[in-house]
């Protein structure tokens, strides 16, 4: 197993429980879990690294449980109890320093040190629908969700948010216009944070301006975005929705640059390379796709067998191939990891259609038989 987990450059969270690695340099996908215990409150929440040499993968689950998968051995090393059902769902994960930081949709973000059983709580407030790091200032998260503004948090000083967004204005009507915060980041040699919301618009904030109201607001289709996630090269931001849109946004004048084709269900995963023009994205079509940035082609597609959640993608080029390993077979999963509807879905005869359109034919006085030429004596 551990051959075939450093091959893998595409990391996967399925609805099943199961951590998918794909290596697309080998054009191979594989399932790392125990099938022998998989339930549905193991479904995979949210994914990050563990470290900045990226060895571990930190996988969280609806259970509430943290699980540290080693991609040099090939196996899960450790696992550690850090909520319950109660609070809800993670919405985010990150690791500091000495620290892992934890958030779930009831706002609760921990903040648990290493080797030590005291943690530091902050109240995000409810309905968190993401939490973010800041890969910079790592001791920097970002939270937001439903009627929950944008809000950011120093870990080393988590009384209250160092930032704090305020709502836009009203709108021709004189309504207030609801907030609805579903995923953001932040843009990097800059204070600025660009999030996406359920009511598919497109915000950049400034916190070093003494403005709290976004600087700059862009509109993307009709249906709620889902993800976001910043492109190596500056000044955009590509988002996904829950129709299975993708679009690339300028990011200085709040135009749709292009748009992602080829997806068939609601995204819920998107990253972007680091250094790369590439996005990776997945959803509900149970599909990982590599699109490029640059032709907005569409460069690699997996199909993985199971709706996924979450996608994580390595730092290294995904289609460079690897020191040579021994020979590699794909993972099956078992079958009562599938949806259960398809085990409820009615069988259809082939012969019985087959003659019920034969009857319908005949009752309308149509011959279904073919016609015989008639042979003409010269």
């Known amino acids: 197993m551990a051959d075939k987990s450093q091959a893998c450059s595409v990391w996967l969270g399925s609805e099943t429980g199961i951590l998918k690695g794909v290596s697309l340099a080998k054009k191979h996908a594989f399932n790392f879990c125990e099938m022998s215990t998989l339930s549905r409150d193991q479904e995979v929440c ?19 449980t943290v699980k540290t998968f080693s991609t040099e051995k090939g196996i899960f090393t450790e696992s550690k109890q850090c909520g319950d059902s109660t609070q809800g769902r993670f919405t985010g994960l990150a690791v500091t320093d000495s620290a892992l930081v934890t958030c779930v949709e009831s706002g609760l973000v921990k903040v648990w040190k290493e080797g030590s059983s005291d943690t530091v709580e902050i109240n995000a407030g409810s309905s968190v629908c993401r939490m973010r790091q800041n890969s910079v200032k790592r001791h920097h998260v970002a939270t937001g969700g439903k009627e929950n503004p944008l809000k950011v948090w120093d870990l080393e000083r988590p009384d209250t948010p160092v930032f704090t967004a305020k709502n836009v204005r009203n709108d021709w009507l004189d309504l207030r216009v609801p907030e609805w915060v579903r995923d953001m980041a932040f843009i990097p040699d800059s204070d600025k944070i660009v999030t996406c919301t359920g009511h598919h618009q497109v915000r950049v904030y400034d916190p ?14 009709e249906y709620p975005l889902t993800a976001l996630s910043l492109p190596a090269g500056p000044g955009s931001v590509v988002v996904g929705n829950t ?8 990011l200085r004048k709040g135009l749709v640059r292009g748009c992602l084709k080829g997806l068939a269900g609601g995204v819920r995963g998107l990253q972007c390379h680091p250094s790369l023009p590439l996005v990776a994205s997945c959803g509900l079509d149970r599909f990982l796709r590599v699109h490029s940035l640059e032709d907005r082609k569409l460069q690699h597609k997996v199909y993985l067998k199971s709706r996924l959640n979450c996608v994580l993608l390595s730092s290294r080029d995904p289609e460079a191939c690897p020191a040579a390993t021994e020979k590699e077979e794909e993972v099956k999963e078992e079958e009562h990891c599938g949806d259960e509807v398809w085990d409820t879905m009615e069988t259809v005869m082939e012969g019985t259609r087959k003659r019920r359109v034969e009857q319908t034919a005949g009752k309308g006085g149509k011959k279904t038989g073919t016609k015989k030429k008639k042979m003409v004596k010269k």
């Open 243 to 250: 129709q299975g849109q993708i679009a690339i946004l300028d």
């Open 46 to 64: 949210v994914l990050c690294w563990g470290d900045a040499q990226e060895s571990e993968v930190l996988v969280g689950s609806v259970n509430g």
């Open 208 to 221: 070093a301006s003494p403005q709290r109201r976004p600087v700059l607001e862009a509109q993307f289709g």
